[in-house]
């Protein structure tokens, strides 16, 4: 262990190599933004159980969280054509994504403005060369200007000011398009801070949709969330040797990320977290390449002075590269093999790495407090030229079913289903507890103490931009 008196909050480390010491020994050096390390410490007081529980507190952030903050809606190529829309839902809110010229994108909220009734139902993609409301047929332009008001001569006080489809902010980065319904926000940029300088390096708008599966989880939104903001569980959860060298980054009060190396074991840091109670063997060099056979790929073993890590990655890099058309011969060890994960508040999270490139997005299901909805995207790197494909309908698996339904996850599926298998269990904790909140790691989950330091600036400033 590291820890000793002279050491202050959030200074002490795992034992064993650091992330950047294993960057640093990579055969292709990683690009810069992976060898950044930006963590302070935020304190240490429990987090309340009540912000997961309670009625009161759950309708607090759908009226000042929800309504006011950045969040994707869809990828650019759910709308290619105009007149193309998605439509989106957030708690009670719904919004309108539609392409309304060839490079312009808007977003309007999903509600009529003669009686507010729901102009398009359902989530997802559609085409409307006009909105009309199903009620009594009002119609909009897909720019949102009134087209038609049957019996108009009885509404001379409606006005386009007053009655086009009430716009909401729309903005496009890294192929996504983000919404945001508070006219006053911020510019999204504001948002993304270091993320386009560091997705330039892994180019999200390269990317095309390869799977969607949309799984409703037992648990409030955040404790979803939270599941997926510190690899520290690996060791429980997931049995795994690996996860005691991962890195923490808090790059502002909207972006943080972890590093997490694939392929590289410490036995120190498996001391630190379990000793002789863990139940895997501590894997050799040579076993780790047995990681390959999830991909169907057989090696003959490591040659003198051969890594693992190395080893892996480099079959992987002809293995995806001839899958995909893509060139990955210069692409980092970290890159091809790392769980290099981004979040931005509130509910998102984009992966940079190739053979890790899960895009999440965690959403309150409708008004529930105590149930949330998981999207889970594969974006595969696209060959130079080609268009991204038309994205799949999402795979909708229910609370009590499993990820590895879905075929096209592979040996994910069963990591998901150890992921989100505790969250029901977490979820009624919260409710039988006598110590009022949950108490986190100074170092590894203090991501998720940030996103509750910038949700609690959302709560308690309901007027001004956060
Ligand atoms: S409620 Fe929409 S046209 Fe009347
Ligand atoms: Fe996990």
Redesign the pocket.
């Known amino acids: 262990m590291t820890e000793d008196a002279s050491t202050r909050p959030g200074e002490a480390r795992a034992s064993g190599p650091s992330v950047a010491d294993t960057l640093a020994s990579d055969g292709i050096p990683p690009p810069p933004p992976l060898l950044e390390n930006c963590y302070t410490f935020l304190g240490d007081k429990d987090i309340g159980f009540g912000r997961y529980t309670s009625p009161e507190f759950f309708r607090r952030e759908l009226e000042s969280l929800w309504p006011r903050t950045w969040q994707w809606a869809c990828r650019e190529e759910h709308v290619p054509e105009e007149g193309d829309t998605y439509v989106y839902y957030i708690g009670p809110y719904s919004v309108i994504v539609v392409r309304s010229g060839e490079d312009v994108i808007e977003a309007f909220l999903n509600t009529c403005t003669h009686r507010g009734t729901r102009l398009l139902a359902g989530e997802g993609s559609g085409y409307s060369p006009a909105f009309t409301c199903p009620f009594h047929g009002w119609s909009w332009e897909i720019n949102g200007t009134i087209r038609n008001i049957p019996g108009r001569w009885d509404f001379p006080h409606v006005k386009n000011e007053t009655h086009d489809l009430q716009r909401v902010l729309c903005e496009r980065w890294g192929g996504f398009v983000f919404i945001n319904m508070d006219l006053h926000a911020r510019p999204l940029a504001d948002y993304l801070g270091v993320m386009p300088e560091h997705f330039r390096h892994f180019p999200l708008e390269r990317r095309g949709v390869k799977l969607h599966v949309q799984k409703k989880l037992p648990a409030n939104w955040k404790a979803a969330q939270e599941?997926?903001l510190e690899?520290y569980?690996?060791f429980e959860?997931?049995d795994s040797p690996n996860g005691g060298n991962t890195q923490y980054d808090v790059f502002s009060k909207y972006v943080s990320r972890f590093i997490h190396n694939i392929g590289n074991y410490s036995p120190e840091s498996l001391e630190d977290y379990a000793g002789d109670k863990f139940r895997q063997p501590l894997l050799t060099e040579e076993e780790l390449l047995a990681f390959l056979g999830v991909y169907g790929i057989e090696v003959d073993g490591l040659q003198p002075g051969e890594r693992a890590r190395g080893v892996i990655a480099e079959k992987l890099r002809s293995h995806f590269g001839e899958a995909l058309g893509v060139d990955l011969s210069q692409v980092s060890e970290s890159v091809m093999l790392d769980s290099i994960e981004y979040h931005l508040f509130p509910n998102m999270f984009f992966f940079a790495g190739i053979t890790v490139p899960m895009v999440y997005r965690f959403r309150p299901d409708g008004t529930d407090v105590d149930n949330s909805i998981f999207d889970l995207l594969l974006l595969e790197p696209l060959a130079e030229g080609a268009e991204p494909p038309e994205p799949p309908e999402p795979v909708l698996l229910d609370v009590e079913q499993s990820y590895t339904e879905v075929e096209a996850l592979g040996w994910l599926g069963a990591?998901y289903d150890?992921?989100t298998g505790n969250l029901a269990l977490q979820q009624q904790g919260f409710k039988t507890s006598r110590k009022p909140g949950l108490t986190l790691g100074n170092y590894q989950e203090a991501r998720i103490r940030r996103v509750h330091m910038t949700l609690d600036e959302f709560l308690s400033n309901s007027d001004g931009a956060i």
């Open positions: 599941a997926f690899a569980h690996n959860t997931h990591i150890q992921d």
